[in-house]
Every structure is written in C-alpha cells, then in structure tokens.
C-alpha cells in the first residue's frame, strides 16, 4: 500500500502569521487563534468517518451533491458524511463557527472569500476569528448578473454604460435603486460591484446593495426589491423562465474562467483529522471529474434538480450547464466559452494568486483594512498542500496540477490587470473604491 503523504504545515509564513495578535479588524486580531494541537501523523485511515458540510441550493454545489450521491465519500473511507442545505451565506458562516461539535458543521460549499473573512473575524459575530482552510476550487466561473424587465429595451450586456443613465434617471425620480448579491464580501458581492463600477457606477453611493439568499433572488425581483442581481444558477434561468428579467452577462464574460466556490473547512478539523480531509478532498476531486465529463451533464443535471439538494426543475438546469446560453434578450449563445468548469482548467486546484485577488477586492470596498498583510493570510488559510497531497494518491495526471501557485497575471473585461506580485497597482488602478 503505498503510504499516504503527512500534512505539512505550508511553512514558516503560516505559523508566523497565525501567531500574530496584534493587527484588529473591528477590535479583533486578524490572526486565527494557534491551534492547540498538531496533525496527526498519517497512517492512511481515516482519523474519523464523520463530517458535516454545508451547501447552498446552486448547481456549483454538484460536486458535493454527486459524492454524495455516488458513493465517492464512501469509497473513500467516510461514511459518516452529511452534506446539509444551508438556507443562505450567513447560516453557512454561522454554522461553520459552531461547529459540528455545537450542532453546527465541520466545512462547505463556500464563497471562496468567506473562509478569510470568518478566519480575520471581519464577517462574524463579535469579529471573532475562527481559524478556517481552503482546501480546493469547486468550479470557475458559472455566474451570472441578470436584470429586471423593466430595463428590457436596453438589452444590458458587458456594457453596463446605458443601464448606469437609466438607473441615474430612476435614482433622480426620487425611487431607490437597488443591486443585491448575497453575501458581502463574497464572489457575487464583488463581480457585481466590479461590473457597475466599471460603468461609472459607484456601488456605495449611487445604490443600495442588498443581501438576498439566492433561493429568494427571483421571489425578490417580481415583486420589485431590486434592479439587478448576481446569483449562480439555476436562478438566472428561472427568472427568464418566468418573464421576470434577463440574464445581463455571465461573470466569465467580465474575466475568463475566474475563481468561484470553494470547499473550505474549520481548521480545528483538518489538524485533528488528515487523513479524513484528505479522504474528503479526494471525494470532492473525483466528483468534478465525473462533472466534468459531457456524457454525465444530464445526469448530473439531474442529481442537482432533486428535492434534496437544488429542488428546481431539469430544465432550469440542463441548459446552462452544458454551455447553451439563452439570455431572454434575443442573444443565444451555443457551447459558450464561459460555461461552468468542474475539473478542466486547472479548476478544481486553489491557485493562491486568486485569493490575494479576492482579498484585494474585500480591500478595495472597504470590507478589510488596507493595511492588511494579504500575502500571509493566504498562506494561513489556503492548503494548496493538502490539494496536492491528495491528487498525488488519487494518481491525478501531472497535467492537471500546476506547476506554482500563481496562475499569474488576470486581465478583466475593462482590460484592468491583476499582477498577484503587485496588488497595490491594481488598487492603485481602480478609480471607483471605497478604502478604509
């Protein structure tokens, strides 16, 4: 039996940086709390059989649900696995701070920006910090921002330059304008900003920004609670389905094959249990590339349309999921380059360039201090090495594994450029921000 591979600590950097107490988010440390114990040396079995992980009622949550439904969990030596609905982002935050221990849960399907604002305490009940990993990507790109109908003649796309002049006018009539998304600070959070910003609309003054779970975003906008929205699906689709709203753009429109869900775990978890982490990724790894794969689309579809995970109709999910793209305007697109990835493109691996971005962004509106040290919290919080462990047990091909952990330099729609070894002159680029 060929040994399984110890869990390294990911060096120095982390063990500085989770020791630290001295810089404060609202009064508390940035730093998670050093953990007590330290990881187990690994015998290959599993630790415990058990974890419970959250989800949201999103297709970008299939990896879980087929794991679960296919037995990968299983196979893998965890048997106990409960994978539980969560009704929004923030039961998600506040049940993974209980705890499964406290009748909360061990890890989930996640905004990848929420395990660094949990861990820095920026999004938790009395900013406590709750030491938390990334442990993979769940998928890239896949999102949407849809429209109300009432802006149907502008036909709002990429260009959001028309829709800015109209919500102006509505704004100058004396009626609110409002953009929900649905968690701050999280994926959705910061694709609509970027979006409306780079038509000159600053999201923290010429709007109101709401918080809607994504299971009541289309509710939400028939009966008028917002302008725009930025949810996964299958929620843009049945907004158009019922004549609702349009889909504006797909957020790999705004930048190719971005960065989205992660499955993020307590730390506590992964020290005390390696070998079941690892068991779990590999789980979760197996499960994008069944997803992947063009002859499972319709039966994953399926798997995603059943009561106990999406609860929505097939039809509302087949389509977008195998790239065809009907955005309610007239616009089709067939087999579009931006569909949802599970496993192709590196998907399923955490680079760290992408997390400096997302903290980058969380800075940029004011949601994290500027002064914070971004490239040592990544190294806290994202165990690429734990991805990697388990993809050399699983045998995964060495083209599918990244040589770094920077996928390097990101150009956006508007042709701003990311540089993850310059954050600062991206922040310096952008002219819509609200630092603090």
């Excluded at 579809?301 to 065809?324: L, V």
């Excluded at 309610?328 to 697109?333: D, I, K, L, S, Y």
Aim: aromatic fraction near 8%.
């Amino acid at each position: 039996m060929k040994k399984a591979p110890a869990l390294s600590n990911s060096g120095q950097q982390r063990r500085d940086f989770i020791k630290q107490s001295t810089a404060a988010i609202g009064g508390a440390t940035l730093a998670a709390p050093l953990l007590s114990g330290t990881a187990r040396a690994s015998t290959g079995q599993p630790e415990t059989r058990n974890a419970k992980l959250g989800f949201i009622a999103l297709t970008d949550a299939a990896p879980l649900f087929v794991a679960d439904e296919k037995g990968l969990f299983a196979k893998h030596g965890m048997t106990g696995v409960e994978v539980l609905k969560q009704s929004s982002w923030g039961t998600t935050r506040d049940n993974l701070v209980l705890g499964s221990a406290r009748n909360g849960i061990d890890g989930a399907h996640i905004l990848t920006p929420m395990p660094y604002l949990i861990a820095t305490g920026a999004m938790t009940a009395n900013n406590q910090p709750v030491p938390m990993y990334i442990l993979a990507r769940l998928n890239l790109a896949g999102q949407c921002i849809s429209v109300g109908r009432e802006y149907a003649d502008l036909k709002v796309g990429v260009d959001a330059g028309e829709f800015a002049k109209a919500l102006a006018a509505k704004r100058a009539g004396g009626n609110e304008v409002r953009a929900a998304m649905t968690f701050p600070g999280g994926t959705h959070d910061l694709w609509i900003r970027y979006w409306m910003a780079a038509a000159g609309i600053d999201p923290n003054a010429d709007i109101s920004t709401i918080v809607v779970p994504p299971a009541q975003m289309v509710a939400n906008m028939r009966v008028g609670s917002m302008d725009t929205f930025c949810v996964c699906e299958p929620w843009n689709e049945q907004l158009i389905r019922q004549n609702i709203g349009y889909t504006a753009n797909t957020t790999g429109e705004l930048w190719h094959n971005h960065p989205e869900k992660a499955f993020g775990m307590r730390a506590d978890y992964v020290e005390q249990n390696p070998n079941a982490t690892r068991a779990l990724v590999k789980a979760i790894m197996e499960a994008q590339i069944f997803c992947e794969q063009p002859e499972n689309i319709e039966e994953v579809a399926r798997i995603c349309s059943r009561r106990r995970w999406i609860n929505a109709p097939y039809e509302d999910i087949i389509n977008r999921m195998q790239g065809h793209f009907d955005y309610g305007t007239g616009r089709v697109v067939e087999n579009s380059p931006h569909r949802m990835r599970y496993w192709h493109d590196q998907a399923s691996y955490p680079f760290k360039s992408h997390d400096q971005w997302f903290l980058t962004e969380n800075i940029r509106w004011g949601y994290l201090p500027k002064e914070l040290d971004t490239k040592a919290l990544v190294e806290s919080v994202n165990r690429e090495d734990i991805w990697r462990a388990a993809a050399a047990e699983l045998g995964i091909d060495k083209r599918d594994i990244p040589d770094t952990t920077s996928r390097g330099v990101e150009t956006f729609f508007d042709g701003k450029v990311f540089d993850p070894e310059n954050p600062q002159a991206y922040l310096d680029s952008l002219a819509i921000k609200r630092l603090r």
